[in-house]
């Protein structure tokens, strides 16, 4: 027991990063140095440098902040008097004597079970780490060009992540997450003992291949469908457009986006409305604008309130109008792929109207079939509308489609901060809404039945809002007063502002049926 | 025994009901961390933006307790913009009362592909210039003939982006490949928009005018190259069985006969037409007849029996009878047997026996009678040879023929087996 537990600290304990001081000159691609953002000093990783008119310009990533906050700085922000982080030279993974262990400061009590618990994740962790180094290798532009893709760097983000993992080591232990299952409708057995699955999963992980997110296998789940990528190497790091103009809007792009390559050098790129057609150029996009006769998302409305209207739109059928449609949320969804076309998704558009036609909103993809039980696969309010309940109707209405397929579904993963913070709001108030109802008990499985929620996100919800906990030697659901509270403050809103839900009895909508020949993605 | 209970604890049934508690209710002073135990299920979130600053500020707060409403993840703005979003986008949108159906796509719906920039608004300028008000080029028909070129050298050269050698096709080869998107108002300007288009297509090293997406093209740069989007999914090999050729047979087969039911629904509703119109034409005939004929009587100094002429006699149905007769049958069964006179319901046997033997005379006389008319003027003509009436003559309607047999099409002939 003892050696494997300080193997493992070992593990994760930061390589020596090499530091110095460094003048403007001697800057390059990978370095960390300290930035300032909003009067403060931030450490950011130079991602591509530009020179512009004599004056060099970096492109930073902001170590802790999301992708989308990443910008262009003058040379002036960078604080070189203090010492910088040199990228990693590319080195053989090191296998280190073991160091001081770090005295866990938790109860004893807890250490014996914990201690199990790490043994068998410890294999699965180093694979994660080295697989996680090796996509950032690959992952890092050249130190020459912006944003070269192909050529490869050296791993400069490895000091960064080493420090936020131990950083996260040493809050708590459970916030380490596992595998539990990746299907959602894997909660057959009677009993579920989580512990012993995620262990399971742990296990088996530690026999798979190397590395769990080749390049090439995952290709070969994105050919089979799913819209999403984990890959490092499919996210281009430097945003491309600077400003677009669409509708009433102009909206800063918070990431890359494959439009034609020289918008890069256009101040402004234009989306058409309703087409969602793109142009360099205003006198090219007023001239669209005198052609263009679409007035609403091209398919079929499903669904109509007072409020907005849904369209259902084949990929297969309205290829264009969902290869803008796809263009435009890339440039604001991280992880999104447009690596294959859009033929086997379905897209569900909310428009909201006016004399002027129906305004795109937000929309979600749907697989035609989704082999993970997947009910959305990429979601995304326009950033115009944000902050206004629109993500939470889009979410309430990929429930009911699932509902009316008598299926349960849940969120294509990864989900992006947004996402997640979105669906846990939605998860909370639809769980604790059934379970303000008056009931005096209720089961995880059937919470879910009656929301088209997965078990796993069930579970998910319960335990993220600390309201599974033991008495009298049984699991018990607690409505916490916190949560009580929060419901109440809801309802409150709600009699001020009105709910806006979505009325099952408005949509007009039977599951698509889709021949085995039309889903195989032919031509 | 302690252990025991833990490892008892830590199992957490989701098909089991757990009762629902508040907090008050629940001994606080218990360690719940058999409840902790469970593990973490997976947010979803990538590994390494799980701990980002504004995330994690956020989930903190709302576990905190519900005050989370102000804080949130900054995200750049979005401002309102500068461009006339009335001109641009003007009120033509009028809601149906039916959910939208829609199945144009984009391509139907724009236009001409071709939109002009600033560099072709300063050339057109130049060329209505030297030009006479009447023949000026539109901006439109600009865009329609410069959609064709480039329509027409798409077709022509579609590897012209790939190989820079390509020349730029003349003048004759374009207007070759017209089609009838190009309306002949259009048309003479081509030559005069000619030149332009070569020169900015030489600027572009022949590429396409319009930006366009970067799409695969077999390349090896492709893979890596973020720019590259949408490419096509392989398509999976199908292995062919005899089950799957009848498959398609029959399918091939429902096909045929939906579409021979489709065309025959169309053929009666160009019949029904046809009858509406020839129906149209005789009521004005009548019509202009009757007004010939009023003419006259006008003419002869004729006065009583206009209405008639003008107005269609329609024989009014006679309802009363009908009515009268549901009325009749409506009292009947409500008649109770009660008061009915008895005498009228016995029946005697006498009566029906007379009744039947009369009946039967009269069908034989009937007969014999009937007999006799069928023989009137026979003559023998079975020597002659019986011929079929005419074909034309059977078919009840000599403008549609049927297309649909159940002749089965020749399957196609099983892969040799090259897999095997």
């Known amino acids: 027991m003892v050696p494997k537990e300080s193997a493992r600290e070992s593990a994760d304990t930061p390589e020596p990063v090499e530091k110095g001081f460094a003048t403007l000159s001697t800057l390059q691609v990978g370095v960390k140095a300290f930035v300032e953002k909003e009067g403060e000093k931030r450490k950011a990783e130079i991602l591509a440098i530009q020179s512009k008119k004599g004056k060099l310009a970096f492109y930073v990533h902001y170590e802790e902040f999301n992708k989308r906050l990443d910008e262009w700085v003058p040379e002036g922000r960078i604080d070189l008097s203090k010492e910088v982080e040199w990228p990693a030279p590319e080195k053989p993974e090191k296998k280190k004597a073991a160091q001081t262990s ?29 697989a996680r180094l090796d996509r950032e290798l690959s992952g890092t532009p050249d130190s020459q060009s912006i944003n070269l893709p192909g050529k490869v760097s050296r791993a400069s983000k490895a000091g960064g992540k080493e420090n936020r993992e131990i950083k996260q080591d040493k809050d708590s232990v459970t916030v380490i997450s596992e595998v539990i299952d990746g299907t959602p409708k894997a ?105 263009c006769s679409l007035l609403h998302p091209p398919g079929n409305e499903i669904y109509r309130d007072e409020y907005v209207s849904f369209f259902e739109i084949d990929g ?26 859009v033929d086997p998704f379905l897209f569900y558009c909310m428009a909201i109207r006016d004399e002027h036609g129906c305004h795109l909103v937000g929309y979600f993809s749907k697989e035609k079939e989704s082999v993970e039980g997947y009910n959305v696969a990429c979601i995304l309010t326009l950033p115009q509308y944000q902050r206004k309940g629109f993500g939470k109707l889009l979410i309430d209405f990929s429930y009911e489609l699932s509902k009316r397929e008598g299926k349960l579904g849940s969120p294509e993963k990864p989900l992006s901060d947004l996402g997640l913070l979105g669906y846990r709001a939605y998860w909370q108030e639809t769980i604790v809404d059934l379970l303000m109802d ?86 | 025994m302690v252990t025991a209970q833990r490892f008892r604890q830590r199992k957490l049934s989701v098909k089991q009901s757990l009762p629902i508690l508040r907090e008050s209710d629940v001994d606080q002073s218990l360690d719940d961390d058999a409840a902790r135990h469970i593990p973490r299920i997976e947010t979803g979130v990538e590994k390494g933006e799980e701990t980002e600053h504004h995330l994690q500020a956020v989930i903190s707060a709302a576990q905190a307790g519900g005050t989370a409403a102000h804080i949130y993840i900054p995200t750049p703005e979005a401002v ?99 089609d009838d998107t190009v309306d002949d108002a259009s048309r003479p300007f081509a030559a005069d928009i000619y030149p332009h288009w070569k020169d900015r297509r030489r600027d572009r090293e022949n590429h396409s005018l319009m930006s366009s997406l970067k799409f695969e093209r077999n390349a090896d740069t492709d893979d890596g190259d973020p720019y590259v989007c949408f490419r096509r999914r392989e398509v999976r090999q199908v292995r062919k069985t005899r089950g799957r050729d009848a498959q398609a047979t029959e399918r091939l087969f429902t096909f045929r006969r939906q579409y021979e039911t489709s065309r025959y629904l169309c053929h009666l509703v160009v019949q029904f037409q046809r009858a509406k ?122 403008e549609f023929v049927s297309l649909f047999n159940r002749i089965l099409p020749t399957p196609p002939t099983s892969a040799e087996g090259s897999d095997s």
Request: hydrophobic share 35%; charged share 30%.
């Open chain 1, 438 to 523: 008056g009931r005096t008990d209720a089961n995880i499985e059937e919470l879910g039945a009656t929301t088209a929620m997965t078990t796993n996100d069930v579970l998910h919800t319960l335990q993220n809002l600390n309201m599974i906990k033991t008495s009298k030697n049984q699991h018990v659901i607690v409505l916490t007063d916190a949560v009580v509270a929060q419901w109440k403050k809801q309802k409150e809103k709600e009699k001020i502002k009105g709910k806006r839900t979505i009325d099952s009895d408005k949509l007009q909508w039977r599951p698509p049926v889709f021949t085995a020949s039309s889903r195989t993605w032919n031509w």
């Open chain 1, 187 to 291: 909660e057959d057995e009677d009993m579920v003992d989580l512990m012993e699955m995620a262990d399971a999963a742990a296990a088996a992980k530690a026999q798979a291949p190397h590395e769990p997110f080749s390049r090439e296998e995952e290709i070969e789940k994105l050919r089979t469908g799913g819209s999403m990528t984990q890959n490092q190497t499919e996210i281009s790091r430097v945003r491309n457009l600077s400003h677009i103009q669409m509708g009433k809007h102009e909206i800063e792009p918070w990431y890359f986006s494959p439009y034609p390559q020289e918008f890069s050098e256009v101040d402004m790129v234009y989306i058409c409305e309703s087409c969602l057609s793109y142009f360099g150029g205003l006198k090219q996009f007023t001239r669209h604008r005198a052609k």
């Open chain 2, 80 to 178: 309102a913009s500068s461009l006339q979003y009335e001109a641009l986008y003007p009120r033509h949108f009028r809601q149906p009362a039916t959910y939208i159906r829609f199945s144009s796509t984009v391509e139907d719906c724009v236009g001409s592909p071709y939109c002009m920039d600033e560099e072709d608004e300063a050339f057109l300028r130049e060329l209505n210039a030297k030009k006479p008000q009447e023949e000026q080029c539109t901006e439109d028909q600009f865009e329609v003939v410069m959609s064709a070129f480039e329509r027409v050298s798409e077709i022509r050269q579609p590897f012209a982006s790939v190989d820079p050698n390509t020349p730029i096709l003349s003048l004759d080869e374009l207007e070759g490949g017209f």
């Open chain 2, 277 to 398: 119109a020839d129906q149209l034409a005789q009521d004005e005939l009548i019509f202009r007849q009757r007004r010939a004929l009023l003419e006259a009587k006008r003419s002869l100094g004729i006065k009583e029996g206009d209405m008639e002429l003008l107005i269609n006699q329609v024989k009014a149905p006679r309802p009363e009878a009908g009515v009268q007769r549901a009325r009749v049958a409506g009292q009947q069964p409500s008649l109770p047997a009660a008061v009915r006179p008895m005498e009228s319901d016995v029946i005697m046997y006498e009566d029906q026996k007379a009744k039947r033997a009369d009946s039967i005379r009269t069908f034989v006389n009937e007969h014999k009678q009937r007999h006799q008319v069928w023989n009137e003027g026979y003559v023998d003509d079975t020597w002659r040879p019986i011929t079929p009436p005419l074909e034309s003559a059977a078919l009840d309607d000599p």
């Open chain 1, 102 to 130: 770090k005295a866990s400061n938790k109860s004893k009590a807890d250490a014996a079970l914990a201690q199990a618990l790490r043994d068998k994740k410890n294999p699965k962790r180093a694979q994660q780490r080295q």
């Open chain 1, 316 to 341: 297969r059928r309205q290829r264009t109008w969902c290869r803008n449609l796809c263009l435009l949320s890339k440039l604001f969804l991280d992880h999104k792929t447009l690596y294959y076309d």
